[in-house]
C-alpha cells in the first residue's frame, strides 16, 4: 500500500487530559431528606478539553505537560479539603466544572496554543457534569 498518497482531511484537533482529586462535600440547596445534603465524599475527575486548527511542532494541540498547572491547582486548592470550606460556589458538578472553566480561561488558556472546549466533572464513575465555553 501507497502511505504517501493518503489524502489529510481538514478539520479540527481535540485533546483531553484526565485530572483525579479526593474531597467532601455537601449539597445545602438540598432538602435534609436528601442523601447529598449529608456530609459525603467522592474521588473527583476532572477532564480538561481542549481544541485547535493548527498544531504546534511536533503536531500538539498543547503539550499535555503544559496542563501540570491544572494539577497544581486541584491538589493546592481542593485535594482533601471540604468543598464548601474553600470554594465561593456551590459544589455540584454542573457548578465546579463552570467554576474550573473560568480558573482555567484565566489561568492557563493565554500561556497555551490550544483553546478550551470543555470542562467534564465526574463526581462517580456513573455521572458527569460538563460546561462548555461559549466562543462569540
Ligand atoms: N445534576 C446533579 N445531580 C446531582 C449532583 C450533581 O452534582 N449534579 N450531585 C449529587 C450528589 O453529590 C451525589 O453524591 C452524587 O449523586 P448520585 O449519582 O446519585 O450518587 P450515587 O453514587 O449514590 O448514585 P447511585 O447510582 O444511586 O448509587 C446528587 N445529584
Ligand atoms: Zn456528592
Redesign the pocket.
Same mark, same amino acid.
Given at each position: 500500500m501507497d502511505t504517501a498518497t493518503a489524502q489529510l482531511p481538514d478539520g479540527k484537533f481535540e485533546i483531553g487530559k484526565t485530572f483525579t482529586f479526593e474531597a467532601g +462535600?455537601r449539597?445545602t440547596g438540598l432538602p435534609p431528606e +436528601?442523601?447529598?445534603s449529608r456530609q +459525603?465524599g +467522592?474521588s473527583y475527575t476532572v477532564e480538561i478539553i481542549l481544541t485547535a486548527t493548527t498544531l504546534q511542532a511536533p503536531g500538539f494541540v498543547t503539550d499535555f505537560a503544559d496542563l501540570d498547572p491544572v494539577k497544581q491547582f486541584l491538589d493546592r486548592t481542593l485535594d482533601h479539603h471540604n468543598l464548601p470550606d474553600v470554594l465561593p460556589i456551590e459544589?455540584? #458538578? %454542573?457548578l465546579?466544572a463552570q467554576y474550573l472553566a473560568g480558573w482555567f480561561l484565566q489561568h492557563v488558556e493565554p500561556t497555551i496554543h490550544g483553546e478550551l472546549i470543555a470542562v467534564r466533572v465526574r %463526581?462517580?464513575g456513573? #455521572?458527569w457534569?460538563q460546561f462548555t465555553v461559549d466562543r462569540p
Amino acid at each position: 500500500m501507497d502511505t504517501a498518497t493518503a489524502q489529510l482531511p481538514d478539520g479540527k484537533f481535540e485533546i483531553g487530559k484526565t485530572f483525579t482529586f479526593e474531597a467532601g +462535600h455537601r449539597l445545602t440547596g438540598l432538602p435534609p431528606e +436528601h442523601k447529598c445534603s449529608r456530609q +459525603h465524599g +467522592h474521588s473527583y475527575t476532572v477532564e480538561i478539553i481542549l481544541t485547535a486548527t493548527t498544531l504546534q511542532a511536533p503536531g500538539f494541540v498543547t503539550d499535555f505537560a503544559d496542563l501540570d498547572p491544572v494539577k497544581q491547582f486541584l491538589d493546592r486548592t481542593l485535594d482533601h479539603h471540604n468543598l464548601p470550606d474553600v470554594l465561593p460556589i456551590e459544589p455540584t #458538578s %454542573e457548578l465546579l466544572a463552570q467554576y474550573l472553566a473560568g480558573w482555567f480561561l484565566q489561568h492557563v488558556e493565554p500561556t497555551i496554543h490550544g483553546e478550551l472546549i470543555a470542562v467534564r466533572v465526574r %463526581e462517580t464513575g456513573r #455521572s458527569w457534569a460538563q460546561f462548555t465555553v461559549d466562543r462569540p
